[in-house]
């Protein structure tokens, strides 16, 4: 249900098929891409904030 809360997608356009597994799956991995370049850019910053 991550990518339904993130991209606002409605119970229907699931029910219907408008939005289909693939669609789905190409969203959870942009999502967690997303989350992996946050966490790599609050590493850097905690890494690099003495400079």
Known sequence: MRPAKAFHLDMKDLKSG???LYDIALMNDYLQMENDNEARIEKWRADN???
């Open 18 to 20: 408008a939005v289909d």
């Open 49 to 51: 904030d003495g400079c």
